[in-house]
C-alpha cells in the first residue's frame, strides 16, 4: 500500500508541481504526518522532491523531473482499458485509441495481457436504445472554448422551437449523457444545460469565460438534473393495460415518469388488465405514450387525460 502511496504522490507532484501536503493529505486520506514521512522517503530514494513549511510552503518536484512510470496495477488497467477499449461518445475516438496505445505499450509487460483482454472482450455502448446518435459538427468549436475558458456565441434552437436564437455563453465544462453531449454554461444570469446536436453554429470570442475559480462542475451538474427532474408534482394517471403489454407500457413510459413505476407490476384480474398508478410529467406526455396503445390501455383517470384522449381520436378521425 505503502509503494502505490508513495507513486500516487510522485505522479500529483508531477502535474501540479507544488501541492500543499493538507491537499495531498485529502487526495490519498491519509494524515499530513503520513504525508511528509513519504516526502523524506521519495527523497531518501532519490526523487528530488522537498518541502517547504509555512502558508506559502508545500511539496515540490523539482522542475524538469519525468517519470515514465504509469502506476497501474493489472486490476486498474483491466478496468482502464474496460471502460473505454471499445466505444466512446463522439469526438475524439481517434485521439482515445492513440492514448490506450500508449497506455498499453508503457505497462509492465506482465500486466499487458490482462488490459488487451479487457479490450477485445467488453464493448461499452454510450448510447440509449431506438436512439439515433447524435449530430455535433460544432463539438470541436465548442471543446475549444472549454479548454481555453473563452465566451461562445451560439446559434442555438431549442426543444420548443424550430428557429434558433444567438446566444453568448460563458462555459463551464462539458457533459456526455447517453451519448449525447451538452454544454453547462452561464447565460442570462443563470446556469444552463445546452444540447450540442441543437447548437447551428458556434464562434469563440476574444473575451475570457466569466468561470468562478473553483467550480464543482459535477455538483453544478447534480443541481441541473435535480431542476430538471423535479419539475412539479406531474400528473397522477390511473389506468388499465392488458397484461400481455403492462411491461412494454412501463419501459416506453419510464423517460415520461415524475416518479417510477410500482414494482414488482401487480398481476392481472380476470379480465386480463392489470391496473396502474403511474405519475406522468406532464398530461401531453401521458397523452402521447398513451394513445399508442389504442385498445390495450383503458385511462380511469383523470377527466382530463380521458378528454384530451377523445379529442386527438377525434382529430385522427377526421384527417383519415
Given at each position: 500500500m ?12 508531477q502535474?501540479?508541481g507544488?501541492l ?11 494524515s499530513?504526518r ?9 527523497s531518501?530514494a ?6 517547504e513549511?509555512g502558508r506559502?510552503g508545500g511539496?515540490s518536484?523539482?522542475p524538469?523531473?519525468r ?6 496495477t493489472?486490476?486498474?488497467a483491466?478496468a482502464?482499458?474496460?471502460?473505454t ?5 463522439a ?5 482515445l ?9 508503457a ?5 499487458r495481457?490482462a488490459?488487451?483482454a479487457?479490450?477485445d472482450?467488453v ?11 447524435d449530430d455535433v ?10 479548454w481555453?475558458t473563452?465566451?461562445l ?7 420548443d422551437?424550430?428557429?434558433a436564437?444567438?446566444v453568448?455563453v460563458d ?7 447517453t451519448g449525447?453531449?451538452y454544454?453547462i454554461?452561464?447565460s ?23 468561470r ?5 462542475l459535477?455538483?453544478?451538474?447534480r443541481e441541473l438534473?435535480g431542476?430538471?427532474e423535479n419539475?412539479?408534482a ?7 393495460v ?9 419501459r416506453?413510459?419510464a423517460?415520461q415518469?415524475?416518479?417510477?413505476a410500482?414494482?414488482p407490476?401487480?398481476?392481472p384480474?380476470?379480465?386480463g ?6 405519475r ?8 402521447a405514450?398513451?394513445?399508442g396503445?389504442?385498445g390495450d390501455v ?5 377527466d ?10 377525434r382529430?385522427?378521425l377526421?384527417?383519415?
Amino acid at each position: 500500500m505503502r509503494a502505490d502511496r508513495l507513486l500516487a504522490e510522485l505522479l500529483l507532484l508531477q502535474a501540479h508541481g507544488t501541492l500543499s501536503a493538507a491537499r495531498l493529505a485529502a487526495e490519498l486520506e491519509v494524515s499530513e504526518r503520513t504525508v511528509y514521512r513519504d516526502m523524506e522517503a521519495l527523497s531518501a530514494a532519490g526523487v528530488p522532491v522537498y518541502t517547504e513549511r509555512g502558508r506559502k510552503g508545500g511539496c515540490s518536484l523539482l522542475p524538469g523531473y519525468r517519470t515514465d512510470v504509469t502506476g497501474l496495477t493489472e486490476a486498474e488497467a483491466r478496468a482502464l482499458f474496460m471502460f473505454t477499449g471499445r466505444g466512446a461518445p463522439a469526438g475524439g475516438e481517434a485521439e482515445l485509441r492513440q492514448a490506450l496505445r500508449k497506455v498499453l505499450t508503457a505497462l509492465p509487460e506482465q500486466h499487458r495481457p490482462a488490459a488487451q483482454a479487457a479490450r477485445d472482450r467488453v464493448v461499452v455502448d454510450p448510447g440509449a436504445w431506438h436512439q439515433p446518435v447524435d449530430d455535433v459538427p460544432q463539438l470541436a468549436t465548442v471543446q475549444e472554448a472549454v479548454w481555453q475558458t473563452r465566451r461562445l456565441r451560439l446559434r442555438y434552437r431549442s426543444s420548443d422551437t424550430y428557429q434558433a436564437k444567438t446566444v453568448t455563453v460563458d462555459p463551464y465544462g462539458l457533459l456526455v449523457k447517453t451519448g449525447r453531449w451538452y454544454l453547462i454554461a452561464r447565460s442570462g444570469g443563470a446556469e444552463r444545460l445546452y444540447r450540442l446536436s441543437r447548437v447551428e453554429d458556434a464562434a469563440l470570442l476574444d473575451e475570457p469565460a466569466d468561470r468562478p475559480p473553483g467550480t464543482d462542475l459535477e455538483a453544478l451538474w447534480r443541481e441541473l438534473r435535480g431542476q430538471f427532474e423535479n419539475r412539479g408534482a406531474g400528473v397522477a394517471v390511473r389506468l388499465k393495460v392488458r397484461a400481455a403489454e403492462a411491461a412494454r407500457l412501463v419501459r416506453l413510459s419510464a423517460r415520461q415518469l415524475a416518479e417510477p413505476a410500482p414494482e414488482p407490476l401487480p398481476g392481472p384480474d380476470r379480465a386480463g388488465f392489470v391496473t396502474l398508478d403511474l405519475r406522468y410529467v406532464a398530461l401531453g406526455a401521458a397523452r402521447a405514450t398513451l394513445a399508442g396503445f389504442g385498445g390495450d390501455v383503458v385511462v380511469l383517470g383523470p377527466d382530463e387525460l380521458r378528454e384530451a384522449l377523445v379529442e386527438l381520436a377525434r382529430d385522427i378521425l377526421a384527417r383519415y
